[in-house]
């Protein structure tokens, strides 16, 4: 389980219809060859998030790595999420481009199944306790929303859900809900504060990854090896993106903590020495990190916020 506390064993009979790891593994093993035309010499390991499945396999073609999911609403979305991935390769940016089926599909749908192929990307998760490397992440994490605002197809991966609430309102109205129960009411005061002396001005809508963070990216020495996971992509303002970004950035999978302020400076350089900040995304900087680190964290040191 990638996250999870339950029994995999479990999970992969209740959610995906296989009664034990070999006859998981062998559904791989088939469909690989019976659609890529690749031949499995081992599967070496399953990893299972929520609905979805990953098989790191060896074959003839090298080291691979299967990714599906059983939940059917997805399937059209994540043929739309492989195509933008490839239109991303294409870019030049560091992502994991799906292998192309022998039909030329990128994204495969099999046994009320969906599956994409990709190779193994030789890398280590983003470590927050190298600067240079989280420079680096700031800078790809530009590069890679400049590419998603002008992606022509970009209502196909992430569909409109409508106009946006404004930002301010959006946070006012979070402090308001349950949501903030946990925050200080210091904390809470202090954050109203900082909303009343924003100034308004134009934030774009657009594209973004939006679950930028060490789990989703892979380095390599001091670059960034691929950018990976784009499930969560959705519109929102790149600052936003961005804030969020730097607040989760050394997330993984279990124990999530918050890192520290110094991170969230490199982070920021990284990405200002690619595209600077507008003056208005400037002046919401210091709001959006605070309101992300009460949002995402029970708990957080003074420090921090």
Known sequence: MLWEPHDPLGALGGRFGFSDERSAADWVATTLHEHWGVRVRACE???ISDHNALAWVDTSSGRLLAKWSVVPW???RLAEIARLTQWLDDQGLPVSVPLPALD???QVEVDNASMSL???IEGELLDTDDPVQVRAAGAVLARLQEALAVYSDADQ??????PLTP???RITGWLDSDAASHVPVEASAALRRLLTDVPSGELPIELGHHDYRSANVLCAGTEVAAVIDFEEARFDHRVVELARSAV???TRFHDWGPVSREVHAEFLAGYQSVRRLTPVEADWWDV???WQTLASFDRVNDALI
């Open 45 to 47: 390991r399953i990893v």
């Open 74 to 76: 997805l399937f059209r």
């Open 104 to 106: 030329g599909r990128l």
């Open 118 to 120: 990709q190779r193994e």
């Open 157 to 162: 991966v992430a569909a409109s859900t409508g």
């Open 167 to 169: 930002l301010r309102a």
């Open 248 to 250: 989760l950035l050394g």
């Open 288 to 290: 959006l990190v605070r």
